[in-house]
């Protein structure tokens, strides 16, 4: 997906690797929002709310232009739009919000808008942890690590491990990712394990191929209920691709960098209203 529609620019977690230390993990961090239900804004209902949420940010380049600003301007309003949804996914009740931040597609834009971005991530994430701790927020980076700036993939592994036993919400910021890649990562890992006797093809199922996707560590809420798509484009756009197949779509003409709580709010709402049957005929 290109960049100038593309989820990239809105990861709010990241900063150039020149580390302080980071802090260790404190267990079960972060106080449970006990009030959830009060907090919900109507028409919500608690009991009724998507579980795991992903987006994906589109439509930063042109907030920018239609400004005329350059494309970082519209990354830095995206990165601003992402910790608005994190925000309010955590006080709501959202369990796991996935965010598609640069897709393997995205490594073909200009080297200037790139290297950009992998620097807004790394800033971003090394400035946020003691927040995400703070709020009991868990971070996860899924894609294509090796293509990252090693002081990103420095900077996000430190973030991982500090944040890993919070609980209140699990953050997955999807970087140089791509849902056919993924798909075929896990194939060669199954076909691996085959050729080296440690399972039977006719073992395989899809519960053991799930468990080869970059996803798989977050078990308790691997699927998205609810994908989210900005800026009027109508695609997938090669996310999550065997991991929502049963995810309800939304899709908004809003720019990423303008998404905030009513265009949320209508997401949400629209997800409430629609009936999950998983391909089984209700009588």
């Not at 919070?166 to 394990?193: E, F, H, M, P, W």
């Not at 006719?202 to 998205?224: G, N, Q, V, W």
């Not at 997401?267 to 005929?281: C, D, K, M, T, W």
Request: glycine share 4%.
């Amino acid at each position: 997906m290109p960049l100038s529609h593309s989820p990239a620019a809105t990861c709010q977690l990241l900063g150039p690797s020149r580390c302080t230390r980071l802090p260790t993990p404190c267990p079960r961090a972060g106080a449970a929002p006990a009030a959830e239900a009060a907090l919900l804004p109507p028409p919500l209902r608690a009991e009724s709310l998507p579980r795991h949420v992903a987006v994906v940010m589109d439509g930063n380049a042109r907030w920018a232009r239609a400004r005329g600003l350059p494309s970082a301007a519209g990354h830095e309003a995206g990165r601003r739009a992402l910790e608005e949804t994190v925000r309010l996914s955590r006080a709501w009740g959202v369990r796991a919000l996935t965010a598609f931040a640069f897709s393997h597609e995205n490594w073909s834009r200009p080297k200037v808008e790139v290297e950009f971005l992998m620097g807004l991530f790394e800033r971003v994430i090394h400035e946020r942890v003691a927040e995400l701790l703070r709020e009991g927020i868990r971070l996860r980076v899924i894609g294509d690590s090796s293509r990252l700036p090693v002081s990103l993939q420095k900077t996000a592994r430190e973030a991982e491990e500090a944040t890993r036993n919070n609980s209140q919400l699990d953050l997955t910021l999807a970087i140089s990712y791509s849902g056919r890649r993924d798909i075929v990562q896990a194939c060669r890992s199954l076909a691996q394990k085959v050729h080296d006797k440690a399972l039977r093809p006719e073992d395989i199922d899809e519960s053991l191929f799930a468990d080869e996707l970059e996803t798989s560590p977050a078990a308790e809420l691997p699927y998205p209920d609810l994908l989210i798509r900005t800026s009027g484009e109508l695609r997938l756009s090669n996310f999550l691709l065997w991991q929502s197949a049963y995810s309800e779509l939304f899709f908004t003409d809003t720019l990423w960098p303008d998404f905030g709580e009513d265009d949320y709010l209508e997401a949400l709402v629209s997800f409430q209203s629609r009936e999950r049957r998983f391909g089984v005929r209700k009588l």
